[in-house]
């Protein structure tokens, strides 16, 4: 206990540091504006915009801008043209998206599977629902904060679920969570600084960019990683790097009884840096942290998994508190995903206890593979959207949104068909030795 206090003491230094305006993304430039438009000049091309504090601004539309794209009261970030004069609009990006019905049948069926891969992988299946988020219309710094604000009362219910389980770590999740939350924190920033500077386009851009980049990276590692696991007995060994590591004697020294690892705790700071670092720039951490416990701590596979979901729970609580102050949660979608994805976790978590420790590699690396593809789709549209590169004809942009929506379509699929045989198989395969234990038994 006193090892994990002097942890959180100087945690307790480092938040504020980068809480500090030293550390801070700055107020959004001049020609970043969020608000909503309250009123429209038609004869003078012109609009009433209220800025966020209050402050009202006459702007002038574009000529390329017909007046029907100007929607009242609803909120959104203005791009000005400093070319074009001042209070000359260049571009507008709705930050809230209309609700449907499709589109609430489709979130909800979005938060059943994100919550079932989160209960079963244990990385908050946030991989799956930005991304689907963002096939919907959602901008992604929207998508990331509303992911994080949905997923922490989540990780709470997976949490206490694979707890009575005996899979959960809860002293390594905490000092986990610990520097978890200063890695959220430098994350949040940076996200602001893209967001205020480059728009919607540009934080789009980077999402998908990194999600990509890990996604590849992560995934294959660990799709790798199971088929050698598949083709031997299907135990798991821990890596060699955790062997190393666990017999480097770094003052202090913490001893993770459920993961049956003693280690120093300063290997433990990096993966959590890294966790919060990418959970609030993608809303995923589990890329970094299931792999990092797995193959820099040394945790098993079943027991990373389940731990996550107790610093997703950490990240999560402070993440919802920063990102809500800056305005960018939308409270409907996360109260939709969170509706289904509670029962979905649930199910997840059951299902760990019918299958090999492969398997959960062998489900995070597949769809981490598919859904690459579906962000990667999107990648030349924000290019062009930000004149990094020529503008897409409209067959093209036609045939990568497909591409992006049903790769995206198929991840979701493949997820909740791998996940329900494993169950299924695995439960068939329970009652079928505990007959032959009870035949025995009798007999």
């Not at 009362?153 to 986990?176: E, I, N, S």
Request: glycine share 12%.
């Amino acid at each position: 206990m006193r090892k994990f206090l002097i942890v959180l003491i100087i945690a307790g230094f480092l938040a504020p540091l980068l809480s500090s305006p030293a550390f801070a993304a700055g107020p959004p430039p001049k020609d970043i504006l969020k608000g909503v438009f309250t009123q429209v000049d038609a004869q003078q091309r012109t609009v009433s915009f209220t800025k966020d504090g209050g402050e009202v601004m006459t702007l002038t539309l574009p000529e390329k801008m017909a007046l029907e794209e100007v929607s009242l009261n609803k909120k959104v970030m203005v791009s000005l043209d400093t070319h074009a004069g001042p209070g000359v609009i260049k571009e507008v990006d709705r930050m809230f998206m209309d609700m449907t019905t499709s589109k609430v049948v489709a979130l909800l069926l979005v938060g059943m599977i994100g919550g079932l891969l989160s209960g079963f992988i244990g990385s908050g299946g946030a991989f799956v629902l930005t991304p689907a988020m963002m096939s919907l219309g959602v901008p992604g710094a929207v998508a990331v904060a509303t992911n994080m604000c949905h997923k922490f009362p989540k990780a709470l219910v997976g949490t206490y679920k694979r707890f009575k389980y005996g899979q959960v770590d809860l002293k390594l999740a905490a000092v986990m969570g610990v520097t978890a939350t200063i890695g959220v924190q430098l994350g949040i920033q940076m996200q602001k600084y893209i967001l205020n500077t480059y728009g919607n386009a540009g934080s789009n851009l980077y999402v998908s960019v990194i999600f990509v980049a890990v996604l590849v990276l992560v995934g294959g590692y660990v799709f790798f990683d199971a088929y050698k696991l598949a083709r031997g007995d299907g135990g798991e060994k821990v890596s060699k790097l955790a062997l190393r590591l666990q017999k480097m004697e770094l003052w202090p020294m913490m001893e993770f009884k459920v993961a049956k690892v003693r280690i120093s705790a300063w290997v433990t700071v990096p993966v959590g840096l890294c966790t919060g670092l990418l959970a609030a720039t993608i809303a995923v951490g589990g890329f970094v942290g299931v792999p990092g416990m797995i193959y820099v701590v040394g945790a098993s596979a079943m027991v990373a998994s389940a731990t996550e979901l107790g610093i997703a729970f950490i990240m999560g609580a402070w993440g919802s508190v920063q990102w809500g102050i800056s305005g960018l949660i939308d409270i409907r979608l996360a109260l939709l995903l969170l509706s289904t994805s509670l029962i979905g976790v649930q199910l997840g978590a059951l299902g760990t206890t019918y299958v090999k420790d492969y398997m959960i590699k062998l489900v995070m690396a597949s769809v981490m593979l598919v859904v690459a593809v579906s962000r990667g789709a999107m990648i030349p549209g924000y290019l062009a959207a930000l004149n990094l590169r020529a503008p897409l004809d409209h067959g093209m942009a036609t045939f990568l949104d497909g591409l992006s929506f049903w790769t995206l379509v198929a991840a979701l699929g493949l997820s909740g068909i791998i996940i329900t045989i494993a169950m299924v198989v695995g439960m068939m395969k329970d009652r079928a030795e505990k007959k032959v234990l009870t035949a025995v038994s009798h007999g």
